[in-house]
């Protein structure tokens, strides 16, 4: 059975985008992660319609690691609400999935 998962989460500038980036690798909570380029989101926060830069992680990591990694971001998130959304990875070559459990495992 594959328990590897995508997890997406957004920030308000790169910096703290880069700083959770690397904290979850150091700590084994993820193998890999992608930090995007600056996009606008457009969403309503308390009843108020919002538009700003964020910055999306795409985080690689295992349903075993989950809880950990989504303790993690919540813990040193700069958002009142942070998008933290895992969906499960169906597909893929089979070393990278092998990579992910070595990096997560550590």
Sequence with gaps: MNDKLLVLTTYPDEGSALATARRLVKEHLAAC??????MT???EWQDEACEG?????LIKTTQTR???LEAS?????PYELPEII???ISHGLPEYFEWI???TSL
């Design 86 to 88: 895992a969906t499960p």
């Design 41 to 43: 989101s457009v969403y």
């Design 33 to 38: 992660v992608n930090v995007l380029p600056s």
């Design 73 to 77: 971001i919540q813990q040193t998130h």
């Design 66 to 68: 989950y809880a950990a």
């Design 101 to 103: 459990e070595r990096q």
């Design 53 to 57: 830069n964020e910055h999306l992680l």
